[in-house]
């Protein structure tokens, strides 16, 4: 074991699969020589080859088609969108070939790539730099969107992204890269050293597709998050003095849904927390399986703390990022009904 | 005050409209065996001529002249024209099971032929193309069973693809074949990845991919040109050109002031331009791509210029958009005819086998066709319901398994 930033854990990720399994290769825009804007690919090549992590032309639509085209004759590629903002070139390739290859195929071909993303706001980057798109791959037959909160988790997630024969959404929450946030902006940013989650093993280990891990058990409200919003709940609920139960769903395709409606049936109340804009997003879903799974067991409506639904802004970014102050006011409306 | 005319903008049109006599002199066709045969390692700056000629090498006497004339056992002439006939069975026979109701929809590849069968022949066993829904011939070619298209035509209880695809749409890896789609280009990049994959295991595999010209316009075919090129990947990129796209013609698709061969020229790519009806042509062009690739000198881009001879589709009606009498001005003639006359020319062929083959095809596909009519049509006899929710990920999830049972239970 050793203590790892999120960006470690990746990057060791990284490293021990392409030592494991010949068949695993890395590419995407700066990953090669230069080790990746976030530094998730750093010495890869120099340690593994050129051959293994390279360098692509500036096309997300070349990279993920590419990639495809590698699962199709037996590699496992793994690619780098160098920011989720910057996925909508590859959409046709991930919704009209990676996620139906399989099917369509009738078994024949299928796409065992993992697809990696920084994404979430909270850095000041505007319209381009901030977007949390998990909806646009969640609504998508055919495609596991996961997402990370810790170190730990980030390693084991990739680990097992990477061996998954599905293609897989891997979102990387690029504001907890080096420390955890939980939306106190105002205070001075933390590292990874020290806090939960950044014990990480140095060798391979994983952690499975579709099993949340519930963060802080409570009893007055069960509260559904991913990526840096866990860490904002988990703040929420120590400042509000709520007794919520914390889950970190992990992954959204799979979802954990067995661990969701145990807690929101033993609650009877449910907040769901996402980044990403409030209309049509994954919230929107986890909300309607609730009450389709938990009606007879809640005593209050399914509130949303989200995004709103705007571009996501610059000069706004505390107004718009949901903080802990707008997460336990939804924990106190889950409560008050 | 402007000392000039105003701008207008110009909006390409097809030379010849319903009504109007056919007019094919916006192509040139050089005399066959004119275009030069470069060393397959020669720089590609050294080959720029080579988009703006054609390859050509059946003489109107059915002789194979020039450079190009490959080198080809009578015995897979035969093969070849063997699969572009049974297509051209096939397809009237599918054709007319539409008009039946047997089926919602089948394209034809009438006047193309060849540019499926001869590379299915050219390429070796290991090799994967990325087709087009065109290329049923490349299928033909290496005796994929005839029922196999049919029950997928049929959406019956026996289609390889469990009746989630629109007929047409194969997938058969086994025969190289590379799992079809109704979005145009997407495979494209795919193919380059699979090349550079073979590359990056250091195997002997290529790989070889089509789009139609109108598909040249998507950025697909820009983002796969770009990877074959910096990648040196071992592909081979094709544009059948068959001058139609559904009812927009070469022109609108970026074909009016070059060729598309030529776009390989700003990727460093070599390209070739084919006589796509010339069986002989399109056998050594594919051939020679692909004996560059496998000495790991990269890719190539090859323009099959060709004549889309029947509709788009069941759904289209060309003479709303072109004149009736088009295909049979079109210049290159066509491949099955052309074949047959090498064959012959060759002493390899005769009249009285042609007939026989023929008959004995057409039995084939009457045959393959009951086969499958008996086995269930369109609705009639599907797969079960249950696969519906099957290889959506390889383990179904809980939403499959729960959305499984709803389905089966319901009404």
């Given at each position: 074991m050793s203590e790892m930033s999120m960006i470690q854990a990746i990057h060791s990720a990284l490293d021990v699969m392409l030592g494991r399994d010949p068949n695993v290769l890395i590419f995407g825009e700066d990953v090669g020589y230069f080790g990746g804007v976030f530094r998730a690919t750093e010495g890869l090549q120099a340690k593994h080859g050129p051959t293994r992590c390279f360098d692509t032309p500036l096309s997300e639509g070349g990279i993920v088609a590419t990639a495809i085209g590698m699962g199709a004759y037996g590699l496992r590629p793994v690619v780098e969108i160098q920011f989720a903002d910057y996925i909508l070139p590859a959409y046709d390739q991930l919704v009209s070939e990676a996620a139906r290859l399989r099917y369509r195929s009738g078994g024949e071909f299928w796409a065992p790539i993992t697809v990696r993303a920084p994404y979430g706001g909270g850095i000041f980057g505007g319209q381009t730099h901030s977007?949390?798109?998990e909806a646009l791959f969640t609504h998508v037959a055919g495609l596991k969107t996961v997402i990370p909160a810790t170190p730990y988790d980030a390693k084991g997630l990739l680990i097992s992204a990477i061996e998954d024969d599905d293609p897989v959404i891997f979102l990387e929450p690029k504001r907890i890269y080096n420390g955890p946030f939980d939306g106190r902006h105002d205070q001075p940013a933390r590292p990874w050293t020290g806090q939960e989650g950044s014990e990480v093993p140095e060798d391979y280990y994983k952690v499975a597709l579709g099993s949340a891990a519930i963060r802080r058990q409570g009893r007055a409200v069960s509260v559904l998050a991913y990526g840096t919003m866990v860490h904002v709940a988990l703040r929420a609920a120590e400042e509000s003095g709520i007794d919520a139960e914390v889950i970190d769903l992990r992954s959204l395709v799979p979802l954990d849904i067995d661990t969701i409606t145990a807690s929101v049936n033993k609650t009877g109340r449910c907040v769901i927390v996402h980044e990403a804009t409030r209309y049509s997003g994954f919230g929107a879903e986890l909300s309607a399986l609730v009450q389709e799974r938990c009606f007879y067991r809640l005593e209050a409506p399914i509130t949303r703390v989200t995004g709103w639904d705007t571009p996501y802004p610059h000069a706004f970014e505390w107004d718009y990022f949901p903080g802990p102050q707008r997460v336990a006011e939804g924990l106190r409306r889950a409560l008050e009904a | 005050m402007r000392n000039q005319p105003p701008l207008s903008l110009h909006i390409p049109a097809p030379h010849a409209r319903p009504g109007e006599k056919p007019d094919f002199s916006y192509l040139t066709f050089p005399e066959p065996g004119a275009a030069r045969r470069p060393h397959i390692l020669t720089p590609e700056a050294e080959m720029r001529d080579m988009p703006y000629s054609l390859i050509r090498v059946l003489?109107?006497?059915g002789r194979a002249i020039g450079p190009w004339a490959p080198h080809v056992a009578p015995e897979t002439l035969r093969r070849g024209l063997r699969a572009m006939m049974l297509t051209r069975f096939f397809d009237d026979r599918m054709f007319a099971a539409h008009h039946q109701g047997k089926t919602s929809f089948y394209m034809k590849s009438t006047g193309e032929e060849a540019t499926a069968a001869a590379p299915s022949l050219a390429l070796l066993p290991g090799d994967m193309c990325f087709p087009t829904y065109r290329m049923v011939s490349f299928l033909m070619a290496r005796d994929y069973p005839l029922a196999n298209l049919v029950n997928q035509i049929f959406s019956n209880a026996a289609d390889p693809m469990r009746g989630r695809q629109l007929p047409l749409l194969y997938s058969a890896r086994d025969y190289g074949f590379y799992s079809l789609a109704?979005?145009?280009?997407?495979r494209f990049g795919h193919a380059v990845g699979w090349a550079m994959a073979s590359a990056y295991k250091n195997d002997d595999k290529i790989a070889m991919a089509f789009v139609g010209d109108g598909t040249t316009a998507e950025g697909n075919f820009h983002e796969a040109m770009v990877f074959a090129s910096v990648y040196h990947a071992p592909v081979i990129l094709c544009v059948t050109?068959?001058?139609?796209?559904i009812s927009s013609y070469q022109g609108i698709a970026g074909g009016e002031e070059t060729t598309f061969a030529a776009r390989g020229i700003g990727y460093g790519l070599p390209g070739l331009r084919v006589d796509g009806n010339d069986f002989l042509a399109v056998y050594a062009a594919t051939q020679w791509a692909a004996e560059r690739a496998r000495a790991n000198h990269g890719a190539t881009l090859i323009e099959f210029v060709t004549y889309r001879v029947a509709g788009h589709s069941t759904n289209d009606d060309p003479s709303r958009y072109r004149p009736s009498d088009e295909a049979r001005a079109?210049?290159?003639?066509d491949p099955i005819e052309r074949l047959k006359a090498h064959l012959i020319a060759l002493g390899e062929w005769s009249e009285a086998q042609h007939e026989a083959l023929a008959r004995a095809l057409h039995e084939e596909v009457r045959a393959a066709a009951k086969a499958g009519e008996a086995l269930g049509t369109?609705?009639?006899?599907?797969?079960?319901?249950r696969e519906m929710f099957e290889h959506v990920f390889k383990t179904p999830d809980w939403r499959n398994l729960e959305q499984r049972r709803e389905c089966e239970v319901a009404p």
């Open positions: 977007a949390s798109p | 003489a109107e006497d109704g979005n145009v280009g997407s050109n068959n001058q139609w796209a079109w210049p290159l003639g369109l609705g009639q006899n599907p797969p079960p319901k």
